[in-house]
């Protein structure tokens, strides 16, 4: 008989470098004779929360075949935070060096644990060991006492090597929350902080209270909102205490607790974990520790089948109810001559308000209504086009399926589903006609001198007549008599009507390209055409400038700042990224700044994107009035001449500077006293006249 052992050997507690972490780790124990074991972990990375179960399986199979006096082994351990209190014990007391073993007889050998877990790992035999495909399948399961990481690790090994042994890991991220939604209406997912119920006089929904502090330090979770109560508490060791209210329920020290809390009606409930500021004070923290929000949806209406699912697929054949084609980001397109091949597929599944699946070939189908506005005609199979309404009743398994053709119409058409009377899904089809419009769109303002090819330097918009996108059309291009750059000759349309053009700077040339796009490659044909100009510069700088946009700000006011660099042209330099240490020289301190001004704009260690020989940032003006200003080191040494790839030897380590000034926050108020005092004068002077005139002293 084979016998297949599950080894736990002796443990040694070590502290994991860096980490916090106490490793429990095997001592050296060989259980198989020849080849080692091999171990898959189905699920190797599980992420959850203090006191909550879960688990991941895994299977153990030899190498290769095993013979009549071969055994199957695994060396088990585990890594974990060095607070929590789990351990790993020995479930067979079979055997004299705590050996838990399976055999075809008996095919199940359990590993126990302390703490928060039992048991931790579970193996079942499948089978004899009796071929290299003979497998042992087991479980890990796991209830975390503190956040952490948590890594269990399962090795086969040989008597001859332990060192040599294959190993896998199973690693458990154990968020740091003492508060969770667990169950309801959507599935519990990191980070825990949020959940969904339904509205009802009996419905709902549970959170996960933890009280993990030192011995005697309770917890206290509180309730708000939706007219929401604590139905239940059960904690997994000592009394849970709810308030008269059921508004809040004390948690006992060092476990956790199911909170059930009712779910009356529709809203949001907010749901808060104190801690007790000390063992057993009956004071708890004014500050949550943990928050958890619940959305409270309205009750569901039995019969109305708004949640009905509406697919729509551009395949010709059988409709795909587990993918919809709407969820990309255009809709789908086909030409607009008038044909009996389908351009999409609608396909329906038919729910309730309480998303109750009603399949579509039952006998309590409800009838169907799709309507299409626009271009486009619908028909009921996809060699069929009937018009732009069809109604269909309760009957067979495929009424809930339609197809969109084209009617000859060049356009948008908008489908409407409806469900037993109401609104379920809109979806969108285009039909494109011939090629009207051609819009040019220059993505590179410059592009380099240098000979090599800019991708996607200016792109081109192909329409109708109803500025419906017109894919799969050609474009084609032509620098004319120009000799600074080349165009690719043409390309085409992508499903959006984008065709995009690569431009290549000849060396040495300088200048403004002007590029014709048109629909023919011959001038006699073409009937459609735009133009555009792109610029054609170096990447390397004579001057480098920095200004701000005004000369005089007020405190706190938005300051725009204009970097700009031309080259030997006056051009400004080609456009790209131009990156720390190309333009800026790559320091921390780079720009260097007077006058308070609280950002940084231009960061040496940054990246500067210029188009067209310009790049603009913003800072704000400081709240003291005084004059500001902000200089900037250029890349290299002074007067270096053995890197002049992007700015010339006269520029490299110097510096630039913009200069501006802020008003002091009480010159408005001088002025305007300044104006009141000049008004007071002219007063008295005029009051004076009049008093002459009428002759009072």
């Given at each position: 008989m084979k016998t297949i052992s599950l080894k736990k050997a002796a443990v040694v507690a070590t502290a994991s470098l860096g980490f916090g972490l106490l490793s429990v780790v095997p001592a050296n124990a060989g259980t198989q004779t020849t080849t080692p074991s091999v171990i898959t972990i189905t699920t190797p990375s599980v992420t959850t929360i203090v006191g909550s179960a879960v688990s991941t399986t895994f299977a153990v199979n030899a190498a290769a075949a095993l013979s009549a006096t071969e055994t199957l082994g695994v060396i088990s351990s585990i890594t974990k935070p060095t607070d929590s209190a789990i351990t790993v014990a020995d479930g067979d007391a079979a055997t004299a060096n705590a050996q838990a073993t399976v055999n075809n007889t008996s095919k199940a050998a359990t590993l126990t644990s302390t703490g928060y877990s039992s048991p931790l790992t579970t193996i079942t035999s499948a089978g004899a060991i009796t071929t290299a495909t003979s497998t042992v399948a087991g479980t890990i399961t796991f209830k975390p006492d503190v956040p952490g990481t948590y890594v269990y690790k399962l090795s086969g090994a040989t008597a001859a090597d332990d060192s040599a042994a294959s190993s896998v890991t199973a690693t458990f991220t154990v968020v740091a929350r003492s508060l969770a939604y667990t169950t309801g209406e959507s599935a519990a997912a990191t980070p825990f902080d949020t959940g969904t119920a339904?509205?009802?006089?009996?419905?709902?929904?549970?959170?996960?209270?933890?009280?993990?502090?030192?011995?005697?330090?309770?917890?206290?979770?509180?309730?708000?909102?939706?007219?929401?109560?604590?139905?239940?508490?059960?904690?997994?060791?000592?009394?849970?205490?709810?308030?008269?209210?059921?508004?809040?329920?004390?948690?006992?020290?060092?476990?956790?607790?199911?909170?059930?809390?009712?779910?009356?009606?529709?809203?949001?409930?907010?749901?808060?974990?104190?801690?007790?500021?000390?063992?057993?004070?009956?004071?708890?923290?004014?500050?949550?520790?943990?928050?958890?929000?619940?959305?409270?949806?309205?009750?569901?209406?039995?019969?109305?089948?708004?949640?009905?699912?509406?697919?729509?697929?551009?395949?010709?054949?059988?409709?795909?109810?587990?993918?919809?084609?709407?969820?990309?980001?255009?809709?789908?397109?086909?030409?607009?001559?008038?044909?009996?091949?389908?351009?999409?597929?609608?396909?329906?599944?038919?729910?309730?308000?309480?998303?109750?699946?009603?399949?579509?070939?039952?006998?309590?189908?409800?009838?169907?209504?799709?309507?299409?506005a626009g271009a486009g005609a619908l028909g009921t199979s996809s060699g069929q086009r009937l018009g732009s309404y069809i109604a269909v009743a309760a009957a067979s398994a495929n009424d809930n399926i339609v197809y969109i053709f084209p009617d000859g119409r060049s356009g948008v058409g908008t489908i409407t589903v409806k469900v037993n009377g109401v609104l379920v899904s809109t979806k969108t089809v285009r039909f494109y006609g011939s090629v009207a419009t051609y819009a040019a769109t220059v993505v590179n303002k410059h592009v380099a001198s240098s000979g090599a090819a800019t991708t996607g330097a200016i792109t081109v918009k192909v329409t109708d007549a109803n500025a419906v996108a017109v894919p799969s059309a050609t474009v084609y291009a032509s620098v004319g008599t120009s000799t600074a750059a080349t165009i690719t000759a043409s390309a085409?349309?992508?499903?959006?009507?984008?065709?995009?053009?690569?431009?290549?700077?000849?060396?040495?040339?300088?200048?403004?390209?002007?590029?014709?796009?048109?629909?023919?490659?011959?001038?006699?044909?073409?009937?459609?055409?735009?133009?555009?100009?792109?610029?054609?510069?170096?990447?390397?700088?004579k001057t480098v400038t920095v200004a701000f946009n005004k000369a005089t700000y007020s405190p706190g006011e938005k300051m725009?700042?204009?970097?700009?660099?031309?080259?030997?042209?006056?051009?400004?330099?080609?456009d790209r990224t131009y990156a720390a240490d190309e333009l800026l020289k790559n320091l921390a301190a780079n720009p260097a700044m007077t006058g308070g001004i609280g950002t940084t704009p231009f960061l040496g260690t940054a990246g500067v994107d210029i188009v067209a020989g310009v790049a603009t940032a913003t800072a704000y003006a400081p709240l003291a009035g005084g004059p500001v200003s902000v200089s900037w080191t250029l890349r290299g040494t002074a007067g270096d001449t053995s890197d002049s790839t992007y700015l010339v030897a006269a520029l490299q380590g110097g510096t630039v500077t913009a200069s501006a000034t802020v008003t002091s926050p009480t010159d408005a108020l001088t002025t305007q006293i300044d104006a009141l005092n000049a008004k007071i004068v002219a007063l008295n002077a005029l009051i004076a006249k009049i008093m002459k005139k009428l002759g009072v002293k």
């Open positions: 339904i509205a009802g006089p009996a419905n709902t929904v549970t959170v996960t209270g933890t009280s993990t502090g030192a011995t005697g330090v309770r917890s206290l979770v509180t309730v708000d909102g939706a007219g929401a109560t604590i139905a239940s508490a059960t904690a997994g060791s000592g009394t849970s205490v709810i308030a008269a209210d059921f508004k809040s329920v004390r948690i006992p020290a060092a476990t956790n607790a199911p909170v059930v809390i009712n779910t009356p009606t529709a809203g949001t409930i907010t749901v808060k974990l104190y801690n007790e500021t000390g063992n057993a004070t009956g004071i708890f923290s004014a500050t949550a520790a943990n928050t958890v929000t619940i959305t409270v949806a309205a009750a569901a209406v039995v019969g109305v089948y708004a949640a009905s699912k509406v697919y729509m697929n551009t395949s010709t054949t059988t409709p795909d109810s587990t993918s919809d084609a709407t969820t990309t980001t255009t809709a789908p397109s086909a030409s607009s001559t008038a044909s009996n091949t389908p351009l999409a597929n609608i396909l329906v599944k038919q729910q309730d308000a309480q998303a109750t699946a009603t399949n579509v070939a039952q006998a309590d189908t409800k009838a169907i209504v799709y309507e299409i085409v349309t992508n499903s959006s009507g984008v065709a995009s053009f690569d431009v290549t700077g000849v060396s040495a040339k300088f200048g403004a390209v002007t590029v014709t796009f048109s629909n023919a490659s011959t001038t006699a044909a073409t009937t459609i055409s735009t133009t555009a100009s792109i610029g054609v510069s170096s990447v390397k700088a725009t700042l204009t970097l700009t660099a031309l080259d030997s042209n006056g051009l400004g330099i080609a």
